[in-house]
């Protein structure tokens, strides 16, 4: 939800602001913009409605000198994609600039406040209040910029990063973070500004996560400052990225999906690199060993996430269920966080998140933790407010995801789940040795099972070229494969547009099958499980309705020809692996059906990849 990203040093700043712009595009694509500021004090602001591109266009030919700048990739919330509501935004005077990733929710009260004292807007944004509002104390309290920015931060209600920057002051950025992230790169006499590390990490592996309510002045030549709103010093964590630039390009790929998805036989190796020995004796997770007490107490585990996070724990709780044998509710952190739920010390809460700044995810945390429960996080991003928001946690290490349709990381998650299962049923006793060497073997092998799976891409690229002009999809799955059939579903949909719905197989006889017809594709997963026989009945009711069957199903699995349409085949493996290894083809039939229609694959309408609003 927007990138922002700032620069100050002795390089120019605009192709710092620009590389950096790219790197974050990712979180949202409506509009570009950028500030500067150069020697003479001049302060330039250049903005447009698109994409990072379209902004190059538009500065083509313009002055975009100056060593300090400030720059923003836009997701829309208040008022539409269009240049005036591009960032960055000016005070009234033209001083002051700023860029914000976040939501000021009492902006409307403020705006009326500034209006009576004769400040007009012209942008629809909730972020022109913010700017004028510093101003407006500026200049009534003759205070410093950053005093200003303390004070108006202090007035606001809502989520924010920002990064101001101001005529005549060519030496100082300030930025500040609430609920929204913010990273500072240290070089050598500069100091980069960003989002998350990916725009900084090709200049510097030095970087400080900036806190919650906490401001940042940065000024050239000296050292960086952090505060709080109260204007106490804060603590300076300086850390090291392990982050490698070649993790953030396409590799030879057309797209950064394509690449993330034939990544994954590496990220479950890097997922499970020292917690599991090739021979699946053991299972160590240490985030989960070291708090063992608190899952051996548990009443029940919580699992709170959203969207692609949210399928990975339906999994999840089939496994701890089955495995463990403690009681785990799957909640939308959207709709946790509103509806008073009955939450106490001795419940677990896992909160489950790809990049770590999901606003909805951070405050079910929030709620679990007024709750006075355990919270553990299970994220990819390293150092993000989930990581960090969280007793404890375990990282899936999957590498950065940059496609907004997530994949690599819905299977670290599942591995990881299943590793948390792993551990805690050992721990409790309640899964015989040969099944716990046998799903933990079964982790080791993944990677192999992925790799038979991916050998298989041109025949599913094949394959989605019949589908492409289908106007509906459905998804089926059984037991472990339900979530697998919603996550299936949720790719078709937010990459080609095509509206798709996940069921469990059985459930369709209950309304949905009124739906079937001979236009409706349905892809059935149906491997070999203990339910296998009655996925094929509900095939059977699908195919009687003539409906277009795409049968996922266990290699040399025969049978199944005479039943379905098309056949995908995938390796057989224990059940609850079943839907990584299955997801993996659905992955790829959603990636080249998008292609097919022509979509921007790795930056679908209106979607950003990290949704930091509510
Ligand atoms: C996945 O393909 C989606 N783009 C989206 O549903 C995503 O999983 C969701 O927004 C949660 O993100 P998180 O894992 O970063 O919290």
Same mark, same amino acid.
């Given at each position: 939800m927007c990138g922002i990203v700032g620069y100050i040093g002795g390089r120019q700043a605009f192709p710092v602001l620009l590389n950096g712009l790219r790197r974050l595009e990712y979180r949202g694509y409506d509009s570009a913009g950028v500030a500067l500021v150069d020697g003479s004090g001049s302060l330039k602001v250049y903005k447009c409605r698109g994409k990072v591109a379209d902004l190059e266009r538009f500065t083509?030919?313009?002055?975009?000198?100056?060593?300090i700048g400030i720059a923003h990739t836009r997701w829309a919330?208040?008022? !539409?994609?269009n240049d005036v509501n591009a960032h960055p935004h000016y005070s009234q005077s033209g001083n002051i600039a700023m860029i914000h990733n976040g939501i000021i929710e009492n902006y409307s009260v403020i705006r009326d406040a500034l209006s009576e004292h004769g400040y007009t807007f012209?942008?629809?944004?909730?972020t022109e209040v913010l700017v004028q509002l510093i101003e407006y104390i500026r200049n009534t309290s003759r205070c410093s910029l950053l005093e200003a920015v303390r004070s108006a931060l202090k007035r606001v209600v809502g989520a924010y990063a920002i990064a101001v920057v101001e005529k005549d002051n060519p030496d100082e950025i300030i930025a500040a973070r609430k609920s929204s992230p913010l990273v500072v790169g240290l070089g050598d006499g500069e100091y980069f500004l960003a989002s998350d590390a990916t725009p900084i990490v090709e200049y510097t592996d030095k970087v400080v996560y900036v806190g919650d309510e906490e401001i940042v002045h940065i000024c050239r030549g000296r050292e960086l400052k952090v505060m709080n709103l109260d204007n106490e010093q804060a603590q300076i964590d300086i850390r090291t990225l392990?982050?490698?630039?070649? %993790?953030?390009?396409?590799?030879?790929?057309?797209?950064f999906m394509l690449k993330e998805i034939h990544e994954q036989p590496k990220t479950i190796v890097d997922c499970i690199r020292g917690r599991i020995p090739a021979d699946g004796s053991e299972v160590v997770l240490s985030g989960v060993v070291a708090n063992k007490e608190k899952f051996m107490g548990a009443r029940r585990i919580i699992i709170v996430a959203c969207g692609t996070s949210w399928h990975a724990a339906l999994i999840g709780e089939r496994a701890i269920e089955d495995m463990c044998r403690i009681p785990v509710e799957v909640e939308y952190a959207s709709e946790f966080r509103y509806r008073n739920p009955v939450i106490s010390p001795d419940d677990v809460v896992i909160a489950i998140s %790809?990049?770590? !700044?999901?606003a909805d995810t951070l405050a079910a945390v929030e709620l679990a933790r007024n709750a006075g429960a355990f919270i553990f996080g299970i994220c990819n991003?390293?150092?993000s407010s989930v990581a960090r928001a969280t007793d404890s946690g375990a990282y899936?290490?999957?590498?950065? !995801?940059?496609?907004?349709?997530?994949?690599k990381a819905f299977t670290g998650q599942v591995t990881v789940l299943t590793m948390l299962a792993l551990t805690l049923a050992r721990e409790k006793g309640t899964v015989r040795d040969e099944k716990f060497r046998s799903v933990a073997k079964g982790l080791v092998e993944l990677p192999s099972l992925i790799e038979k799976v991916l050998s298989q891409d041109d025949k599913i690229k094949d394959l989605s070229k019949i589908f492409t002009y289908a106007h509906n999809f459905i998804y089926l799955g059984r037991g472990y494969n339900y979530p697998a059939a919603l996550e299936g579903a949720l790719k078709l949909k937010e990459i080609s547009y095509i509206h798709a719905e996940g069921y469990?197989?059985?459930?369709?006889?209950?309304?949905?099958?009124?739906?079937?017809?001979? !236009?409706m594709p349905v892809v059935a997963i149906a491997p070999?499980?203990?339910?296998y026989e009655k996925t094929v009945s509900n095939i059977q009711e699908i195919k009687a309705r003539k409906g277009k069957i795409i049968a996922v199903v266990?290699?040399?699995?025969?049978?199944?020809h005479s039943l379905a349409d098309y056949c995908i085949e995938v390796p057989v493996t224990e059940e609850c692996l079943s839907p990584i290894v299955v997801s993996v083809p659905l992955q790829l039939l959603a990636y080249y059906i998008a292609v097919n229609k022509g979509r921007n694959v790795d930056q679908p309408r209106n979607l950003a990849k990290s949704v930091t609003v509510e």
């Open positions: 083509d030919s313009k002055d975009v000198g100056g060593t919330t208040h008022g !539409e994609p012209q942008s629809a944004t909730d392990e982050l490698s630039i070649n %993790q953030l390009e396409k590799g030879g790929y057309p797209h %790809q990049s770590g !700044e999901t991003v390293v150092g899936i290490h999957v590498g950065p !995801e940059i496609g907004v349709a997530s994949t469990p197989a059985a459930e369709m006889k209950h309304g949905p099958i009124a739906l079937i017809d001979s !236009e070999d499980d203990h339910i266990s290699e040399g699995n025969a049978a199944i």
